[in-house]
């Protein structure tokens, strides 16, 4: 279990991100046209996972929009912003924002995603949603880079993620 804050008041997730050096846990999320995607549909590109409660507040909208800015530079990588919005939620705000360079991805059906990447909170205001967070991993699914935002508030360090890729 991981302790975050929300406003400064402890909340706690499910578990805690998997290591640097570890295998990714597998996953399947929604896309915009309700299909759904696995981990293995990004074999051979590196993947940056940008995890967040809701695209609905300020600080989940402007790390799509940040990562969507970066991501039109980053060579073979996918850059996946994940939450439990619903993908027409999702796709209304990439609409109106004009984001093209990411993929929205839903954990709504069965929160799988959340639980297995110990992102899923277990109680405060924001229960059941994910923390925010951010994992990279290499093209054989390997996690290279892991940030737990402390604040929810708080956007993730940008940079210390893009950078690692160009180790990677």
Do not use: W
């Amino acid at each position: 279990m991981a302790t975050v804050t929300l406003k400064g008041n402890p909340i706690n997730t499910i578990g805690a991100l998997p290591e640097p050096g570890s295998k990714a846990p597998g996953f399947s999320l929604t896309k915009g046209d309700l299909s759904n995607i696995q981990l293995d549909d990004y074999k051979g590109a590196k993947v940056v996972l940008n995890i967040f409660p809701s695209v609905d507040t300020g600080t989940c909208a402007q790390s799509v929009r940040q990562f969507n800015k970066e991501a039109a530079e980053l060579e073979n990588t996918k850059v996946l912003c994940v939450s439990k919005d619903l993908p027409f939620a999702q796709a209304r705000f990439c609409g109106a924002e004009g984001i093209a360079n990411v993929e929205m991805l839903s954990d709504f059906r069965d929160g799988n995603f959340g639980k297995a990447f110990g992102l899923e909170f277990v109680d405060g205001p924001l229960k059941s949603l994910h923390s925010r967070a951010v994992v990279v991993l290499d093209e054989e699914g390997k996690v290279i880079y892991t940030e737990q935002v402390g604040e929810t508030v708080d956007e993730p360090n940008y940079k210390a993620a893009l950078e690692v890729l160009m180790d990677a």
